[in-house]
């Protein structure tokens, strides 16, 4: 397993982009790997080992073809749990951040003035994205292509009367609300 120092992870993190050093650090990641974890019954140790999962694939330090065997090892689980982990990640986070991506790499081409002529060489042309953005995108189509193709509401059990009646479901500050 990849166990990256701090000033690794530091380096890492100024080379992405802002849309996701953003996501690393939401709300709406931890609630979605909060909700995972709860809707699977992980234990407290396992969401946390999850969470670190989810920061080192979206940092790079974690190939995808490595993710499943990351979860099965680090939170002692079974391989259809860890596919279910994947479909919920990919549909809750990795999407969302793709699409992210897709719009500002949009939103910086729209940023140039029409009159601007964009100058190519003929032997290399200038890309038209960065590769920060492109190897995101590539280990998101990735996780997409490992996680079975079923909606993740099949995959996974409803919430109990319990989890209905709270008016939120997960502690942004991941303390106990039992």
């Given at each position: 397993?990849?166990?990256?120092?701090?000033?690794?992870?530091?380096?890492?993190?100024?080379?992405?982009?802002?849309?996701?050093?953003?996501?690393?650090?939401?709300?709406?990641?931890?609630?979605?790997?909060?909700?995972?974890?709860?809707?699977?019954?992980?234990?407290?140790?396992?969401?946390?080992?999850?969470?670190?999962?989810?920061?080192?694939?979206?940092?790079?330090?974690?190939?995808?073809?490595?993710?499943?065997?990351?979860?099965?090892?680090r939170l002692r689980i079974s391989k259809e749990a860890a596919e279910q982990i994947?479909?919920?990640?990919?549909?809750?986070?990795?999407?969302?951040?793709?699409?992210?991506?897709?719009?500002?790499?949009?939103?910086?081409?729209?940023?140039?003035?029409?009159?601007?002529?964009?100058?190519?060489?003929?032997?290399?042309?200038?890309?038209?994205?960065?590769?920060?953005?492109?190897?995101?995108?590539?280990?998101?189509?990735?996780?997409?292509?490992?996680?079975?193709?079923?909606?993740?509401?099949?995959?996974?059990?409803?919430?109990?009367?319990?989890?209905?009646?709270?008016?939120?479901?997960?502690?942004?500050?991941?303390?106990?609300?039992?």
């Open positions: 397993m990849n166990n990256p120092t701090t000033e690794q992870v530091q380096k890492r993190f100024n080379q992405l982009p802002k849309v996701t050093q953003d996501t690393l650090y939401s709300v709406d990641t931890a609630n979605a790997v909060g909700i995972i974890s709860k809707t699977l019954q992980l234990s407290n140790e396992q969401v946390s080992k999850l969470a670190d999962e989810v920061g080192l694939v979206l940092l790079g330090f974690t190939r995808e073809s490595e993710f499943v065997t990351h979860l099965i090892e994947i479909l919920a990640i990919e549909n809750k986070i990795f999407s969302k951040l793709k699409k992210e991506l897709k719009e500002e790499r949009t939103n910086e081409t729209e940023e140039f003035p029409n009159n601007v002529k964009q100058i190519h060489t003929k032997e290399k042309p200038l890309p038209t994205s960065t590769k920060t953005e492109d190897a995101a995108s590539q280990k998101i189509q990735k996780i997409k292509s490992l996680a079975n193709t079923q909606q993740t509401k099949e995959l996974l059990p409803s919430p109990t009367s319990k989890e209905k009646t709270r008016p939120y479901s997960i502690d942004p500050y991941r303390e106990s609300i039992n």
